[in-house]
């Protein structure tokens, strides 16, 4: 994938691992759009990267999104790329009965968004010469964590759509990447609160560096870190060989 002159759509694009991928790409000489749910981080971003441009937009409801889709098509109809990147993380104890779920909108901002977002986007992206979706899962879609449950459920989800959907658009200019970190301290997705480097942990700077060079080199699934030791481990070609058949 070339990864200069592109136009780029990042959802939850105003901190962390999103806005980390948003100022590498300017950097590398492309138009970058972002999109979040709060406009004083989305304010902020802007500050500290002047370049980007921001649209206010929560990707896990429908008129919100088709206001962005609207907005795309209007002011950057070359889009090329779009990078399914928001997302949040809960723990939640299952034994506590559903008033635990009250309010949990998980499913909705890490699963129906992206695949929602990637649908609408699919006809904006086929025209163009070269293409791209990015969806962000996680190691945790891998080896799931039990007390994030419908975290990691959402981020298994996410794996398994990004594999059909890149068989589906085999046939098209859209390459469809897994982006699939591992833990990554430096970020608010944790309870608003940066973490610690651990021996487990890279920072978003190392996630991004690891990103750019997946993407040059069109590995469709990009772990990072130990989230590559839990990718091999989870590779089976015989696996591979039924999916092949089952979607001849
Ligand atoms: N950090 C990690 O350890 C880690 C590991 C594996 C995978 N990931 C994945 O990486 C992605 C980014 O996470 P992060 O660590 O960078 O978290 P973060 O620092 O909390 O950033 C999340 C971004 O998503 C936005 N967002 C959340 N809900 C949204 C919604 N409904 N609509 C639009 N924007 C929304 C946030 O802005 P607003 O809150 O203002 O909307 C923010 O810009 C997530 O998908 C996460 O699951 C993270």
New binding site residues.
Partial sequence: MKLEGNTILI????????LALAERFVKLGNTVII????ED?LREAKEKVPELNAFR????KEDERKRLVGFVRENFPEINMLVN?????LKVDLRKGSDELAGNDEID??LK?CVYMSVEFIPLLAGKDEAAIMN?S??LGIIPRAIYPVYSATKAGVRSFTKTLRQQLKDTPIKVFDII????HD???HYGKMMERTDNSVSTAELVDAVVDGLREDRYDIAVGPARNWLNAASNPQLDGMFENMNR
Avoid: Y
């Fill in positions: 959802t939850g694009g105003s901190m962390g691992i999103g999109c979040g749910r709060r981080r937009c929560d990707v896990a990147n928001a997302g949040i993380q901002i890490n968004a962000v996680s190691g970190p591992p833990l990554v970020t608010e997705l």
